[in-house]
């Protein structure tokens, strides 16, 4: 009855499986984390750009809308 309630040796204990599945989350969640720091790094120095181009399109969309309510397509509205 006392070699049925012990473990197999293939097997680890729920203490050391416990501890692996933290250092895979920990190891996990540093890669996210440089991941997001090398976007943000490539990404600023064309932020201006970006916001740039936002408002412009903000600013355009009532001119598109207006142009295809007239029939012209929504492609060669959004050229003009």
Excluded at 30 to 36: C, E, N, P, S
Aim: charged share 15%.
């Amino acid at each position: 009855m006392a070699d049925e309630l012990r473990q197999p040796a293939d097997e680890p204990t729920p203490d050391v499986t416990a501890r692996v599945a933290l250092i895979e989350r920990s190891i996990l969640a540093l890669l996210v984390v440089g991941l997001f720091i090398g976007v943000l790094t490539i990404v600023k120095p064309f932020t201006t750009a970006i916001l740039f181009g936002a408002a412009l399109a903000t600013a355009a969309w009532p001119m598109r809308q207006g142009l295809v309510g007239h029939g012209l397509g929504r492609g060669p509205s959004a050229a003009l």
